[in-house]
């Protein structure tokens, strides 16, 4: 493998790290489907099925492709399995000729892994090197039949045992693991961890179980990525082993499975040690041992397995990017209902400030207590200038009929966003509700929090204020906000020495108030009864600011004052959107779906590569095995 293949193959893995896969999104709910195909060509879809098999493809990359594609020339390894009560630990007892993981009749009898090996090979199995997902725990006393063989001991947490020993080869490393269909889920996820990691599945099974679903289904799968397995049949009735061999072997044609070694025992009974008779592995002892002195096959074996978890790693990968085109599909689709739902309330906002809907009721009252009616109306063009002046000496007098125009102005437009807001929240969450992964962002959403508590607020007497009230207040004190910066534009277009005289002798106060009301009037879009209730309203102020200001001049500041508050109000509807936003934001997709695909077309080139040089290797190893074979027959 050559050192951009293996940087490619470290990107794939920094890739996994960004795609979180949070939402849970329905398979058809949005384009793409993901999914994992089992042996028998059927195909299991979800989110949730994508999060396990995202954990798989870490797992593995950490545990054995990133460590395998370092280095080839490292210990093989061979993970024992099989299933409760086949005979793994004594059949591994017995290869190595004395006790060294815990057998007997208790299940599960095999609880931690444990990881034999001789001392050389003691640097290439470290923690950095081999496994570094699982830790090594090292038990004290080894004694023939002592509960303090590795592997029982309940005390000790999820962990691998490492056992040294020189009964075996040079270059192979043994692993007895815990049964794959225990009754400890926890022992079955970490046998199926191993099986992941190994170079070779030494798989025990036993005259009764040999066609037991769930090895088969783990055997399928092992096949699917092409890792070298060997077959062990044990408990076999004496007399029954062709048979029994041949109907084995049949099953295992028709899965697509070539095993490398298929061997078996008979039923026998075990030394005072729980051993078997050395006798009855001696074909696969012999096998082991020949294995150990073969460099080059070990190598091919390596590579054969190493190829097919890497272009099962492609594979993978492209199910991932189906599944996250469906997580980017859905996360955009929910962004954009509140995208939507927040438009209209400010589109509603808007209109409420210029259908002249908000120049009624008590606004309306209040304006004509403050203008006053009748003749103003019906004179206004020919006596503007005493109407002025007849205004102003009212305001004067009577300085809190400005203040209610104001006030009634703040109430009608705090009734108005606040409804705005509450219905845009309302229809989020209604257009959230009809799909799986508005429903998991809802429920993340609502759910209590310290930082939400902490989030509380508290008024001047201490009580805790709810998100509503919060936000009520922060309309309010815009709208006040946005009377102030009206005030201030009056006094600025004021200063003017021109206008001065004439500014003064109407008021600030009335002025602002006067501008306020021409901000909701002069919309061009009133007509009708519309228009005789809020363009006539607003007409006697409209006129007087004219003849202070000039007409053009009238018209900016109203446009001014109107996009300043509808910018205010934008603002706090982005605030009130907030909880949504926020969960969006926590739940970003993060990787594009074509960023995976990309990976997934290097990642399967490398794949073939690696075949097509596994291919050669095992031919080579062949054909120097089968010269190596002639030789000997020769020289006898």
Not at 19 to 40: F, K, M, S
Not at 424 to 442: D, F, Q, V
Request: charged residues 25%; negative net charge.
């Amino acid at each position: 493998m050559t050192t951009t293949d293996y940087a490619q193959l470290k990107a794939a893995r920094e890739l996994l790290t960004r795609i979180p896969l949070p939402l849970d999104v329905e398979a058809g709910e949005t384009p793409g489907t993901p999914y994992t195909v089992t042996h028998d060509g059927t195909a299991e879809h979800g989110t949730a099925t994508a999060r396990t098999l995202l954990a798989a493809m870490a797992r593995q990359l950490d545990d054995y492709i990133l460590p395998r594609s370092a280095s080839v020339d490292n210990p093989l390894t061979i993970v024992v399995g099989g299933s409760t009560g086949a005979g793994k630990s004594t059949l591994v007892n017995t290869l190595l000729g004395e006790p060294l993981t815990q057998s007997g009749a208790i299940r599960p009898t095999t609880r931690h892994p444990v990881l034999l090996h001789r001392a050389e090979d003691e640097a290439a199995l470290s923690p950095e090197r081999f496994l570094p997902t699982l830790p090594r725990t090292r038990t004290s006393g080894m004694n023939a039949g002592s509960q303090a063989l590795p592997g029982l001991d309940p005390k000790i947490a999820r962990a691998l045992i490492p056992v040294t020993t020189s009964a075996l080869p040079q270059g192979i490393a043994l692993i007895d693991a815990p049964d794959i269909d225990s009754v400890s889920e926890e022992n079955r996820t970490l046998a199926k961890e191993l099986l992941s990691a190994a170079d070779l599945w030494l798989f025990v099974t036993t005259a009764n179980r040999y066609a037991d679903a769930v090895p088969w289904e783990l055997l399928h799968e092992a096949a699917t990525r092409s890792i070298a397995i060997a077959v062990v049949l044990n408990r076999v009735p004496e007399g029954d082993e062709e048979a029994i061999e041949n109907d084995l072997r049949r099953m295992l044609d028709e899965a697509g499975i070539h095993a490398v070694l298929i061997h078996t025992v008979t039923e026998q009974p075990r030394d005072e040690s729980g051993m078997l008779a050395p006798v009855s592995l001696a074909p696969l002892t012999l096998w082991i041992r020949e294995l150990g002195a073969d460099a080059p096959a070990r190598a091919a074996i390596a590579r054969q397995t190493l190829a097919g978890a890497v272009e099962t790693l492609a594979g993978n990968l492209q199910v991932l990017a189906a599944e996250q085109a469906r997580q980017q599909a859905a996360h955009q689709s929910l962004a954009t209902i509140v995208a939507e739902e927040y438009e209209d309330a400010l589109t509603t906002i808007d209109g409420a400030l210029s259908d002249g809907s908000l120049l009624r009721g008590e606004v309306l009252s209040r304006w004509h207590d403050f203008v006053g009616t009748g003749d103003f109306f019906r004179s206004l063009d020919s006596t503007i200038g005493r109407l002025r002046d007849r205004v102003g000496s009212a305001l004067r007098g009577q300085p809190a009929a400005a203040q209610k125009v104001e006030d009634a102005l703040e109430s009608g437009i705090h009734a108005v966003v606040l409804d705005a807001a509450a219905r845009a929240s309302e229809n989020t969450r209604t257009r959230w509700r009809a799909s799986r992964a508005g429903r998991s962002l809802l429920a993340r959403l609502d759910a209590p929090t310290p930082e939400k508590n902490a989030g509380a607020k508290g008024d001047v007497k201490g009580e805790v204020q709810s998100a509503e009230d919060i936000f009520s207040a922060a309309v309010a004190e815009q709208i006040r906000l946005w009377q102030g910066s009206v005030l201030e534009m009056i006094r600025e277009e004021g200063a003017d020495k021109r206008k001065r005289a004439r500014f003064l002798s109407l008021g600030v106060n009335a002025a602002a108030v006067m501008l306020m009301v021409a901000a909701f009037s002069l919309t061009g879009g009133i007509t009708g009864i519309e228009a005789g209730i809020a363009g006539g309203s607003g007409v006697v102020g409209t006129k007087l600011l004219e003849s202070i200001f000039g007409e053009d001049a009238v018209r900016r500041m109203a446009t001014r004052a109107r996009t300043d508050l509808l910018e205010r109000m934008a603002d706090l509807l982005t605030e009130h959107a907030q909880p949504f936003t926020v969960v969006l934001e926590e739940t970003d997709p993060q990787a594009d779906a074509e960023d995976i695909h990309r990976a997934a077309e290097q990642v399967q080139a490398i794949a073939a590569e690696m075949s097509a040089q596994s291919q050669t290797t095992q031919r080579q190893t062949t054909q120097r095995q089968a010269a190596a074979h002639t030789n000997g027959t020769v020289a006898r």
